[in-house]
């Protein structure tokens, strides 16, 4: 789905990942692991086309990114699905709104999805908040409802960066079993998160692959988790 | 090609892709308010325009009407030079009337230099014939030439040399309301155009939002175009509206005060006012849609 | 008292604090043009409002400068009249000089109507006296009284009847002139306002920050109103300026156009050029301070 | 140093927080817990008076919130460092002077504090980030200079909101080593956070005690973490 081809990145200082190769295949389930500052969100970033790499070639769904248009990136951002680390809403739609603005910008909007709606809403735990406005979330309600945003187009892949950082055991336990979930449809999944005992839990349950940044490159971390 | 689909898309109403650019707060109201001061800057630049334009149309109108001939012959020569001349006239073109003053009327002229006691009738004085021209006047110099030839003792006077001036400065007073509302119309433009532009700069993270959730560019640019245009043009109204009434309530012209017209509107001006409204839509149209393409430049 | 410090402590450099306020982008030069744009719309209704000033002062200096009187005497009193009436004029308040016209020049007087053979000396026709009248002009009732004791022949025409219409226009001139700026001003100092307001709105993180950090509302609403006036001071110097360069090269007036004066600004008029940036920069001060005191209410 | 007596907040709808009294003694090392959306983010803005309390008093150095005028506020908030969960910072000014904004309003400009900030950017690993603005800096990284910031005036009361939401288990110890320091210097340390190894981490070298929001009410936890 996303193929990487000994790409490399840097913000305009000195090489910030460099020389990385890597094949993401069709429902596979990834977690994406190093030290803060060492590229993750970078790295998912190169992934939906938001940065397009300085060195090599990514292709996204077949297409290289360098040749893709406008319009183009914008029909790919629909197929998939991003947690961004710092979760941007419009503040002055509520959440339920806000949720559901992926399907009203593609135009998908039909009472099937309106039920999905309170389904995804009541698995993330915000039914009871689904009229407020974002800024009147709490830090990992606001996570949820990015979560929730990101997987409402039903898209292909997922990515998410650090979904748990906010929210206590429990509740990352339960936004795991759903990620989990939508691997199982067939989804492909990509996780960028620091939580060992999450990575841990999830390798329980699906054979997840960990890459980890360090030094400049991407690594495949074995079972020495 | 994609400039005009963009336009289209813009103007399709779409209850959805409305709620997306926040319709309160402050920088919402930006382009409103901006709009409504600038409108009521231009009504008072047409009523000052228009003003003008009335006042040197009547200074024109006052003194382009008239001209003067004047005969000097021989007593008995004088009644057939003033029938010739009056023939003349009547066959010339622009020449909307011609009369010979009598010798009453010739003697009020006269009064305020020496008194009514002056005894006209013993003299052998020149007599006046008066010319009431049309609207596109007449030709002097052929009308000279004709006197000249046919009527020797006639000298025609067409008020030129006062008249002149007076034009002239109807003519520059004309000038300067066009200019004033040009300059206040340019002016104009440019502050909803920056009201717009601000606007949009402080919805920067809407734009982000859109543009990360997979939203196209037409989609992006349509909504804001939509909101703004409207924006500008619901303030446009109330702008004109509050200056119109402003003008209806100042002092009217005064009875005795006819050389210059009042401020006020009059008939088919009033109709002007109804083009402004649409024409800062059209201005915030525009500026919106050139600062949302820039924005969505800086986006990836 | 409190509302005193803080306009001191407004004006004091700070050099941290003045780096709070963000110095670039587009929501900052936001203030700016709107100041330039509003201050180049002032110049153009001051231009306006002194030309429509001088035209006024011109008109009623050239109407209101002459007066006339006619003697009608017989023959042999008729001198005697004159100097009894150009006696009397040298003792009354407001006449600056008098003269009586000689033959020659009442002939040219009436040459318009009569043409140049009019044979005046031979007619017992009244001679005129041309008054100049000073700045304050003459009690003309009471030199009617006294002419019409000491001369009975003499007849005043102060030109009430020619002026009358004239004063008024050039009086209602003035008035739209005055009107023109005050409406302009006030829009201006509203747009600036409004300027202020939305500049500071898109501002709302850096004062969040800085509640949340311990400043007090003093320091936050300083840093803002001196970085805020400074930038409407700017853009209204940079408008004025500009403003005040295009009415330089508007066509000037042309010798012959005498009665009406060009827009360009004479003398002293370019000092009141000079009361724009401060006076904008002021209406920036007050609303900033206020919409920031009104930012800062809403935050615990 | 804040006493809270029958305090109850709510935001309108029904009560988020009630009946909670507690006295942070001057000293003490605090973690306070609870599931996302339980109120942790309410009780510590209540804890440096950016709330009132709808019921009850809140008493801070000894002073009644309620009685407080808005410059009190600002000169209080000059004694109690927080670490927001969304950490703000003034966009267009460097990483380093946002860290010493605080000095620069409270008007404590001196040269020991500029080396002092050094020191501190060092501790949190932003010394290269330093000139940065911080919209360029990572998840991790701004929480880290959202801490500096919150310590640099040393202030008695430090009060942090999931400070090591976004940053690896490594940064999260180093963190939570500077915090130790702190309170050993005899500075009140307050941090909601959910997670449980650093918890247990700090339990482990101070004696921390463990407040747990459940059911709107304020538990102290005990030993069984
Ligand atoms: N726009 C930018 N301009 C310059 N440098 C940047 C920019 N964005 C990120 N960086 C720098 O690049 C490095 C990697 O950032 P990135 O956000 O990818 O880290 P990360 O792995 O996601 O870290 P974290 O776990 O803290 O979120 C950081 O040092 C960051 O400061
Ligand atoms: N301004 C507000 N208006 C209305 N409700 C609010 C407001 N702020 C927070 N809430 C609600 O109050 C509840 C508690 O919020 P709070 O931020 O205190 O939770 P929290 O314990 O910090 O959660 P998290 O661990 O997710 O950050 C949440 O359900 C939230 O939606
Ligand atoms: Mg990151
Ligand atoms: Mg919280």
């Given at each position: 789905?996303?193929?990487?081809?000994?790409?490399?990145?840097?913000?305009?200082?000195?090489?910030?990942?460099?020389?990385?190769?890597?094949?993401?295949?069709?429902?596979?389930?990834?977690?994406?692991?190093?030290?803060?500052?060492?590229?993750?969100t970078?790295?998912?970033?190169?992934c939906?086309g938001?940065?397009?790499?300085?060195?090599?070639?990514?292709?996204i769904?077949?297409?290289?990114?360098?040749?893709?248009?406008?319009?183009?990136?914008?029909?790919?951002?629909?197929?998939?699905?991003?947690?961004?680390?710092?979760?941007?809403?419009?503040?002055?739609?509520?959440?339920?709104?806000?949720?559901?603005?992926?399907?009203?910008?593609?135009?998908?909007?039909?009472?099937?999805e309106?039920?999905?709606?309170?389904?995804?809403?009541?698995?993330?735990?915000?039914?009871?908040?689904?009229?407020?406005?974002?800024?009147?979330?709490?830090?990992?309600?606001?996570?949820?409802?990015?979560?929730?945003?990101?997987?409402?187009?039903?898209?292909?892949?997922?990515?998410?960066?650090?979904?748990t950082?906010?929210?206590?055991?429990?509740?990352?336990e339960?936004?795991?079993?759903?990620?989990?979930?939508?691997?199982?449809?067939?989804?492909?999944?990509?996780?960028?998160?620091?939580?060992?005992?999450?990575?841990?839990?999830?390798?329980?349950?699906?054979?997840?692959?960990?890459?980890?940044?360090?030094?400049?490159?991407?690594?495949?971390?074995?079972?020495?988790? | 090609?994609?400039?005009?689909?963009?336009?289209?898309?813009?103007?399709?109403?779409?209850?959805?892709?409305?709620?997306?650019?926040?319709?309160?707060?402050f920088?919402?109201?930006?382009?409103?308010?901006?709009?409504?001061a600038?409108?009521?800057?231009?009504?008072?630049?047409?009523?000052?325009?228009?003003a003008?334009?009335?006042?040197?149309?009547?200074?024109?109108?006052?003194?382009?009407?008239?001209?003067?001939i004047r005969?000097?012959?021989?007593?008995?020569?004088?009644?057939?030079?003033?029938?010739?001349?009056?023939?003349?006239?009547?066959?010339?073109?622009?020449?909307?009337?011609?009369?010979?003053?009598?010798?009453?009327?010739?003697?009020?002229?006269?009064?305020?230099?020496?008194?009514?006691?002056?005894?006209?009738?013993?003299?052998p004085?020149?007599?006046?014939?008066?010319?009431?021209?049309?609207?596109?006047?007449?030709?002097?110099?052929g009308?000279?030439?004709?006197?000249?030839?046919?009527?020797?003792?006639?000298?025609?006077?067409?008020?030129?040399?006062?008249?002149?001036?007076?034009?002239?400065?109807?003519?520059?007073?004309?000038?300067?309301?066009a200019?004033?509302?040009?300059?206040?119309?340019?002016?104009?433009?440019?502050?909803?155009?920056?009201?717009?532009?601000?606007?949009?700069?402080?919805?920067?993270?809407?734009?982000?939002?859109?543009?990360?959730?997979?939203?196209?560019?037409?989609?992006?640019?349509a909504?804001?175009?939509?909101?703004?245009?409207?924006?500008?043009?619901?303030?446009?109204?109330?702008?004109?509206?509050a200056?119109?009434?402003?003008?209806?309530?100042?002092p009217?012209?005064?009875?005795?005060?006819?050389?210059?017209?009042?401020?006020?509107?009059?008939?088919?001006?009033?109709?002007?006012?109804?083009?402004?409204?649409?024409?800062?839509?059209?201005?915030?149209?525009?500026?919106?849609?050139?600062?949302?393409?820039?924005?969505?430049?800086?986006?990836?």
């Amino acid at each position: 789905m996303i193929e990487l081809e000994n790409v490399a990145y840097s913000y305009g200082g000195g090489e910030l990942l460099s020389d990385m190769s890597l094949s993401i295949s069709s429902g596979a389930f990834y977690f994406l692991t190093g030290p803060s500052g060492a590229g993750k969100t970078t790295f998912l970033k190169l992934c939906y086309g938001a940065l397009v790499p300085t060195v090599g070639q990514i292709r996204i769904f077949g297409n290289d990114v360098r040749s893709m248009s406008r319009d183009d990136v914008a029909v790919m951002r629909r197929r998939i699905g991003v947690v961004h680390q710092d979760c941007q809403f419009i503040d002055h739609m509520s959440v339920q709104d806000n949720i559901a603005l992926p399907l009203a910008v593609s135009g998908n909007k039909t009472l099937a999805e309106d039920a999905n709606i309170k389904e995804l809403l009541a698995w993330v735990g915000l039914t009871k908040r689904a009229k407020a406005f974002p800024p009147e979330l709490s830090g990992g309600e606001r996570q949820r409802a990015a979560l929730a945003r990101a997987i409402i187009m039903s898209p292909d892949v997922i990515l998410a960066d650090e979904p748990t950082g906010n929210v206590d055991w429990e509740m990352s336990e339960r936004l795991l079993q759903l990620l989990l979930e939508l691997n199982r449809m067939g989804k492909t999944v990509l996780i960028a998160s620091h939580d060992l005992s999450l990575i841990r839990s999830a390798k329980s349950q699906v054979q997840a692959r960990v890459l980890r940044i360090s030094n400049r490159r991407l690594q495949l971390a074995g079972a020495n988790l | 090609m994609k400039a005009v689909l963009v336009f289209f898309e813009g103007l399709r109403a779409d209850g959805h892709r409305d709620r997306v650019v926040p319709s309160t707060g402050f920088t919402a109201t930006l382009t409103t308010l901006t709009a409504g001061a600038m409108a009521f800057l231009i009504v008072f630049a047409l009523a000052l325009s228009f003003a003008a334009s009335r006042l040197s149309d009547r200074w024109a109108d006052a003194l382009q009407g008239t001209a003067t001939i004047r005969i000097s012959a021989p007593a008995d020569q004088m009644n057939i030079q003033v029938e010739r001349v009056l023939a003349i006239l009547s066959t010339t073109q622009g020449v909307d009337a011609a009369k010979a003053l009598t010798v009453e009327e010739q003697q009020a002229l006269l009064e305020p230099w020496f008194g009514p006691d002056i005894p006209l009738s013993n003299l052998p004085i020149p007599r006046l014939i008066e010319i009431t021209q049309t609207d596109d006047g007449f030709d002097a110099q052929g009308l000279r030439l004709r006197l000249s030839a046919e009527a020797p003792g006639a000298v025609l006077d067409d008020h030129m040399r006062w008249r002149k001036p007076l034009v002239q400065a109807a003519q520059r007073l004309t000038w300067l309301g066009a200019l004033a509302i040009v300059i206040i119309a340019m002016t104009s433009a440019a502050m909803v155009m920056l009201a717009a532009r601000a606007a949009l700069a402080a919805n920067a993270q809407v734009i982000t939002v859109l543009r990360l959730i997979g939203a196209n560019d037409a989609y992006i640019v349509a909504a804001f175009v939509r909101r703004f245009a409207s924006r500008a043009f619901i303030g446009a109204v109330i702008g004109v509206v509050a200056g119109a009434v402003v003008v209806l309530f100042l002092p009217a012209e005064t009875a005795n005060a006819s050389i210059l017209t009042g401020l006020r509107f009059q008939g088919a001006d009033w109709l002007w006012l109804a083009i402004v409204p649409p024409a800062l839509a059209c201005v915030a149209f525009v500026a919106t849609q050139l600062a949302a393409q820039r924005v969505l430049g800086d986006l990836s």
